[in-house]
């Protein structure tokens, strides 16, 4: 499996860190210190399915492809307007596509699970060409009135088309059963025979468990993608690493010894997306000419379960 074509986009509105602090107990000082977020695009006057259409039409345009011609769709999304119809079968007309698709729910590690279901598929011989696109509004989970999330999290979508090839090497999931680290609790219908019904919560992050689990998690699950794909950590070209937290990039990078300009970052413009921050910095990445061919990336996520995800590509064209 290889990727043959990139897109993104977000949100028109940049809030900054000075704009937050108008309205929450914080400043820019703080929030930088222990985030690195200077400002994140939040979505305003555009819908999360406009960003998702947007994504998604850029990367097929980059791969050469028309939406008929692709043979799957698989779309990462946590939360949106619509608890059904899937996301994939909302786009499917938007971006002219005929085939068939699935919704996946893997919290911010949603995008390297969509690649390991894609990869699958085409070995299987199930498909040749697949869309992945990740779309997220995690703004929408948070309380807005209180700092502790609201400072982090932002909108946005990244999309990938998929083709046959050699280009990935291997990849390894991980899941751990912690959920009262980090969850988002809708409030379900009514019903007359509910006995124990409970309102919705809005996100709740247990941020220093959230940062212990992510930096240990993330290093292990890199060493051993890295092993299965015979290759040390000084043979990556770029670890694409879940915008979430400069401070979790670092102390990762730290603990495999590798240099800084090899964990690029752009959570200081865009905040954390969840399972669209590394389709997103891939997108740039490709854009500004950052990214040849030969190139050995390693990718690395983690999100609510508790789960985690690693894989390692080679670049193809």
């Known amino acids: 499996m290889k990727i043959i074509g990139t897109g993104s986009a977000l949100p028109s509105l940049a809030v900054t860190n000075n704009d937050l602090a108008s309205f929450l107990d914080t400043s820019d000082e703080w929030i930088t210190e222990r985030t690195g977020i200077k400002e994140r695009r939040l979505l305003s006057t555009e819908t999360l399915y406009d960003l998702a259409e947007e994504a998604a039409l850029k990367a097929l345009k980059a791969s050469g492809l028309r939406g008929d011609q692709l043979d799957f769709i698989i779309c990462s999304n946590v939360a949106n307007r619509f608890i ?5 079968c909302i786009l499917q007309e938007k971006i002219g ?3 068939a698709g699935l919704d996946i729910n893997v919290a911010c590690a949603g995008f390297i699970n969509a690649l390991m279901l894609a990869d699958s598929m085409m070995q299987a011989g199930r498909a040749q060409h697949i869309l992945i696109i990740c779309a997220e509004e995690p703004s929408k989970y948070c309380n807005w009135d209180e700092r502790d999330t609201s400072i982090l999290f932002a909108d946005g979508a990244g999309a990938v088309v ?16 912690n959920k009262d680290v980090l969850y988002y609790e809708r409030c379900m219908e009514k019903t007359p025979f509910e006995k124990n019904r409970k309102e919705g919560q809005p996100l709740v992050m247990r941020g ?6 992510a930096v240990s998690q993330s290093t292990k699950d890199l060493k051993v993608a890295l092993a299965e794909a015979g290759l040390k950590p000084s043979d990556v070209t770029y670890y694409l690493m879940h915008q979430a937290n400069k401070r979790i990039i670092e102390s990762v990078r730290t603990l495999l010894d590798e240099p800084e300009e090899k964990f690029p970052t752009n959570i200081e413009k865009y905040g954390n997306t969840s399972s669209a921050s590394i389709p997103i910095l891939l997108d740039e990445m490709l854009a500004a000419g950052k990214i040849h061919k030969g190139d050995i990336l390693a990718m690395s996520a983690f999100g609510a379960g508790f789960v985690s995800a690693a894989c390692v590509m080679q670049w193809m064209y």
């Open 208 to 213: 220093r468990e959230v940062f212990r689990m």
């Open 97 to 99: 596509a005929k085939c």
């Open 84 to 88: 059904t119809p899937g996301m994939n």
């Open 162 to 177: 998929l083709a046959a090839g050699d280009g990935f090497k291997s990849v390894h999931l991980s899941m751990t059963s």
